[in-house]
């Protein structure tokens, strides 16, 4: 009962005034939340790592629980007409990111630019934008109460705008991964071939460049 009082106060004052934070890396927030990513994502840990996208990529559909924190995110036709999210595969230890495995995330440099913004959210105001901070990471997230505040916002801001700008462009790509597969030109809509879609989309784009 006290540790739920305690949790309740600190919750009021971070929506005062949000706490100082520094990230420690601990990877507590990677092995706690499914990692929804586009393309392109995916695209910069592939040719960052020399990884194949096939190893770690993964789709689900969400539970209705929890549909509401989908809502937006892109879906692409698969088997049987249902309609997936893309994601990174899971951890078998903790179900948190393939990428933690109980400490730093082993791609940071190259991680999803949803990552990027925890603890605070990136929300669209009627004139701009605001970070808000995420009440969640107040029970588990070890950065919180640091001595000096050391989120980058200006540099997280740019990386909201680029996120938001790559948003489009996978809805977009999704939205033709679609058509081709209602119109049949797609045979076998599955994960690979979604991926190899994307990926060699991405690769023509790159050597036009």
């Known amino acids: 009962m006290r540790q739920r009082v305690l949790?309740?106060?600190?919750?009021?004052?971070?929506?005062?005034k949000a706490p100082n934070f520094a990230c420690t890396q601990c990877g507590e927030c990677c092995s706690r939340y499914m990692i929804c990513v586009t393309h392109k994502d995916a695209y910069r840990v592939a040719k960052e790592y020399g990884l194949n996208p096939h190893d770690f990529l993964d789709c689900i559909i969400p539970e209705k629980s929890?549909?509401?924190?989908?809502?937006?995110?892109?879906?692409f036709l698969?088997?049987?007409?249902?309609?997936?999210?893309?994601c990174f595969k899971t951890n078998n230890e903790n179900s948190g990111c393939c990428f933690n495995n109980g400490g730093p995330c082993s791609i940071y440099p190259v991680r999803p630019l949803v990552c990027r913004a925890f603890p605070f959210l990136w929300r669209r105001l009627l004139h701009g934008h605001k970070f808000i901070f995420n009440s969640e990471a107040l029970e588990f997230c070890k950065g919180l109460g640091a001595k000096e505040n050391k989120f980058d916002f200006e540099s997280v801001a740019r990386d909201m705008i680029q996120s938001e700008k790559e948003d489009k462009e996978?809805?977009?790509?999704?939205?033709?991964?679609?058509?081709?597969?209602?119109?049949?030109?797609?045979?076998?809509?599955?994960?690979?071939?979604?991926?190899?879609?994307?990926?060699?989309?991405?690769?023509?784009?790159?050597?036009?460049?």
Not at 7 to 15: D, E, G, I, T, Y
Not at 78 to 86: F, I, P, S
Request: hydrophobic residues 40%; aromatic residues 14%.
């Open 7 to 16: 949790l309740f106060l600190k919750k009021v004052k971070a929506f005062i």
């Open 66 to 75: 929890v549909e509401e924190t989908y809502k937006g995110v892109p879906r």
């Open 78 to 86: 698969g088997e049987d007409g249902k309609r997936w999210v893309l």
């Open 170 to 209: 996978y809805a977009k790509l999704v939205d033709e991964w679609n058509k081709l597969v209602e119109r049949k030109k797609i045979k076998s809509p599955s994960l690979d071939s979604f991926i190899d879609f994307f990926m060699k989309t991405l690769s023509e784009e790159e050597n036009e460049l």
